[in-house]
């Protein structure tokens, strides 16, 4: 099955897939716009992460080779693919063949007479034919036959047969829809779990994305922490020589020593905070692997949201999109099935039959099949009925198929609109983080100035060395979090994308 062939290779062709994202020099090019970025094409072979630093590209590269869970949910399609053909086996042709012997001897009375006597009578059968059940429920069997009879008191006689039966479901089991009602069941077992792959593949990547830029930021930190202890040390010297010459009181001194302490405090919880990050990343995306120390991948900056990529245009993808969407639809579709065939249970059995058949008889098995076609046959006609005396059992069955249709159809609503409070959550976050990115970028310039001012006010005996610690330590947080603003838009971008369902097809992943 070709769409199980698929499935199959998802893995196998990922490293292709992702191909578009690498990069084939080892100095980064200057961020493009995110929106650019995602879909920029430059084929080239990736080079060891280890060798050059590590993209966003190779991170979730590697997150969909490396993921052994992946691996195993991508088995989950093959498998269910089986299903179809399993279900559709039963409408195949069948062959058959019976032989029997069968030896009586019983007391008969002859009717002229009335004089009673032995009869032993030896019969050998042979049948064997071709039937075949459709999709209508229409079960039709095309058979031969060949019996011969010896008796103590008739002369041996043999028999040839050549019929053709067809029986015909005029309530319970008529129809293509019930008939068909499993196969249809197994093939939206095997949609079902490839939505679910499609949901699976999501989460790792949005989880790998996610823990690759709180690695970035992680990184970033210890940079702008370990320059912020470089210029608290050495504004420590410049006092002390100050302090030297005459120029500031001793008392000063403890001001600068006491930042300096504090910039190291932070250092010291910036470098764990990054051991985190490294375990939780390196966890994703290679778990045997050593994560390189650097990254070469700067967030981009990101654009204003498209006017295009309204609060409705997201949920009308998201509609579309989303696989857990797609899978309650999947899973209401075979409670309608359901529905479907525990109605036809309670139906009661009634069959038409016919069977049309030419018989030949003879002394030996030559001279029957030669006479088949004499005057001999047999035509046979009727109706069969048959309903269970109780039939609780399909009333309530049917009863469950139909509220659970009921349930499925009002939770694929209330999955909807779940969807669309998220997706407006999502939005409305993504909008606040933009904002901040600037905000936060105003802040650290003007906390640039505030310490130009506090160290000028200082130099001329205006302020106080305290007062220059602490305008320093303002400015240390403005360009975190700036930073953090930063990496805050582009995981509120991710949700964004993840709650309207369109981020394999961003990341230019296309699934089964």
Known sequence: MNRSVLISSLLALIPCILMPWT?????????????????????????PAAAQGLTLEQALLMALQQNADLQVQAFEPLIAGTFPAREQARFAPEAFATASHLDSSSSETARSTGEQFDAEVQQNRLTGGIRRQFATGTEVELSAQHAGETSNRAPDQEEARLAIALTQPLLQGAGRTVNLASVQRARLDFEISEAELRGYTEAILAEAESAYWRYW?????????????EVAEKQLDDMRQRIAVGQLARNEEAVAQAEVARRRQVLIDAQANRVRRTIELQGLIA????????????????PEADPADTLEKRIDVADQARADLQEARLRLEQRRLDTVVSRDGLLPRLDFFAQLAKTGFGPDMGNAWSEIGGDGYAVEVGLRLSRSLGDRAETARDDEMRFRQEQAVVAVENLRLKIGRTIRLAANEFERALKQIDASAET???????????????????????????AQRDLL????????????????????????????????????
């Open 444 to 470: 650290r310039r003007l906390q640039t100035l505030t310490v130009e001012s506090e160290i000028e006010r200082f130099r001329v005996g205006t302020g106080t060395a305290l007062q220059v610690a602490q």
């Open 477 to 512: 947080s403005s360009r975190i979090d700036e930073q953090q603003a930063r990496v805050a838009a582009r995981l509120a971008l991710l949700q964004l994308y993840l709650a309207e369902g369109s981020l394999l097809q961003r990341r230019g992943i296309v699934t089964p």
């Open 23 to 47: 990069v084939a020099s080892t100095e980064p090019a200057p961020p493009p716009p995110l929106e650019a970025s995602e879909a920029a094409a430059a084929p080239a072979e990736a080079p």
């Open 217 to 229: 930021l992680a990184v970033e930190t210890i940079a702008i922490t370990e320059q912020a202890l």
């Open 287 to 302: 778990p045997s692997q050593e994560l390189p120390s650097r990254v070469l991948q700067t967030p981009p900056e990101l």
